[in-house]
T-cell receptor, first 118, second 113 residues
Framework: ETGVTQTPRHLVMGMTNKKSLKCEQH?????MYWYKQSAKKPLELMFV???????ENNSVPSRFSPECPNSSHLFLHLHTLQPEDSALYLC?????????????????FGNGTRLTVT | AQSVTQLGSHVSVSEGALVLLRCNYS??????LFWYVQYPNQGLQLLLK??????LVKGINGFEAEFKKSETSFHLTKPSAHMSDAAEYFC???????????FGEGTQLTVNP
């Protein structure tokens, strides 16, 4: 049973649709992430939120719009996507490290949303 | 800058054979290192992490990894492969406790009966 839940598990959408991916973590973490996993490509970090504030946006196209209303929930709003955006979208959470040397917090991943853009 | 290289995008072993998945890292400071496993249609699951307390790290499902500073390696091993070990494995490195986690490109493990 993962502590990070993503919905929906599968999504098929047309290029003119608007949809949202949802992620919820039950681990008490304060950092949340969106990753994109495409076939035969490394994991791509898209966005990072620490304490609800976006701290990283890795040159992601504006057709992807994240939202983090609180430390437990993360959304990815999708609008006018392209077929090449088809991928597995993974949400993850972690504990933002305190100022303690050696603290090593791993990422906890959800099972992802398999997105197909037609 | 930090980076991680996984040698071999595909590894195939027989059931009961030794599993060895290779990971080499580059980091300007002692790194934090992780191995993750991804089963089909699932997210990544933490197998083990290196915390500098011991160079040999034991993880779940019988896997272990050894940190070798002189070789800048963190190879993942399991003495005897099981069919259920078939999955994709990712090595990841973080330079310090506050930095981004960098993933390798993954190694697909196939276990043959």
């Amino acid at each position: 049973e993962t502590g990070v839940t993503q919905t929906p598990r599968h999504l098929v959408m047309g290029m003119t649709n608007k949809k949202s991916l949802k992620c919820e973590q039950h681990l008490g973490h304060n950092a949340m992430y969106w990753y994109k996993q495409s076939a035969k490509k490394p994991l791509e970090l898209m966005f990072v939120y620490n304490f609800k504030e976006q701290t990283e946006n890795n040159s992601v196209p504006s057709r992807f719009s994240p939202e983090c209303p609180n430390s437990s929930h993360l959304f990815l709003h999708l609008h006018t996507l392209q077929p090449e955006d088809s991928a597995l979208y993974l949400c993850a959470s972690s504990q933002v490290p305190p100022l303690t040397p050696g603290y090593n917090s791993p990422l906890h991943f959800g099972n992802g949303t398999r997105l197909t853009v037609t | 800058a930090q980076s991680v290289t996984q040698l071999g995008s595909h590894v195939s072993v027989s059931e009961g054979a030794l599993v060895l998945l290779r990971c080499n890292y580059s980091s300007s400071v002692p790194p934090y290192l992780f191995w993750y496993v991804q089963y089909p249609n699932q997210g990544l699951q933490l197998l083990l992490k290196y915390t500098s307390a011991a160079t040999l790290v034991k993880g779940i499902n019988g896997f272990e990894a050894e940190f070798k500073k002189s070789e800048t390696s963190f190879h993942l091993t399991k003495p005897s492969a099981h069919m259920s070990d078939a999955a994709e494995y990712f090595c990841a490195v973080r330079m310090d406790s506050g930095s981004r986690l960098t993933f390798g490109e993954g190694t697909q493990l196939t276990v043959n009966p």
